[in-house]
Antibody
Framework: EVRLVESGGGLVQPGGSLRLSCEAS????????VNWVRQAAGKGLEWVSHISDSGRSTYYRDSVQGRFTIARDNAKNSLYLQMTSLRVEDTAVYYCARGRLTFGGVIYFDYWGQGTLVTVSS | DIQMTQSPSSLSASVGDRVTISCRASQSIDRYLNWYQQKPGTAPKLLIYAASTLQRGVPSRFSGSGSGTDFTLTISSLQPEDFATYYC????????FGQGTKVEVK
């Protein structure tokens, strides 16, 4: 059974830092890209970042570029999101999601974790 | 950046209704379009990928169509468990989501 379990959320002051983790199981972790997606309360889904299967390529949405760092440890089947210089607008539930690739090159998110809540507030 | 616009933002429907949700991309994305369903307090669930391929285990009343810039999600006969919010997502560039369409009870 494929499982993704996030952890590390919590309350942090503006300007602070937090590290999220996502532990994967039930599949060959190092053959999939993985993503972070967030959702503020009552709002829509917002893609945050993704990392290639090897970890060599990383991508970020503009609003977190330079503040967030995505990383993975394939030996530990784990994904991370280091968040620094946090802002009130970063408050959201953060999900990790597995990206699967079709033969035609389309990426889709077939498995999601349950999410971890990050609250940025003074 | 590619922008995704869904319409309507919300709709009211009854069990048994045919429901159609539209998604438009700001530029051509070929068929790099996915659809998700989300219920309150839960993670999104994949329904359709590559514009029209039904994810395993998803009921056949869900279907997707379109290519280029215009896409549609259709629920042929709405069931009680289908009241939820639906999101389109493009993965041609980065991984942008539409703003969501909430399907509510009429």
């Amino acid at each position: 059974e494929v499982r993704l379990v996030e952890s590390g959320g919590g309350l942090v002051q503006p300007g602070g830092s937090l590290r999220l983790s996502c532990e994967a199981s039930g599949f060959t972790f190092d053959t999939y890209e993985v993503n972070w997606v967030r959702q503020a309360a009552g709002k829509g889904l917002e893609w945050v970042s993704h990392i290639s299967d090897s970890g060599r390529s990383t991508y970020y949405r503009d609003s977190v570029q330079g503040r967030f760092t995505i990383a993975r440890d394939n030996a530990k089947n784990s994904l991370y999101l280091q968040m620094t210089s946090l802002r009130v607008e970063d408050t959201a539930v953060y999900y990790c999601a597995r990206g699967r690739l079709t033969f035609g090159g389309v990426i889709y998110f077939d498995y999601w974790g349950q999410g971890t809540l990050v609250t940025v507030s003074s | 950046d590619i922008q995704m616009t869904q319409s309507p933002s919300s709709l009211s429907a009854s069990v048994g209704d045919r429901v159609t949700i539209s998604c438009r991309a700001s530029q051509s994305i070929d068929r790099y379009l996915n659809w998700y369903q989300q219920k309150p307090g839960t993670a999104p669930k994949l329904l359709i990928y590559a514009a029209s391929t039904l994810q395993r285990g998803v009921p056949s009343r869900f279907s997707g169509s379109g290519s280029g810039t215009d896409f549609t999600l259709t629920i042929s006969s709405l069931q009680p468990e289908d009241f939820a919010t639906y999101y389109c997502q493009q993965t041609y560039g980065d991984r942008t989501f539409g703003q969501g369409t909430k399907v509510e009870v009429k």
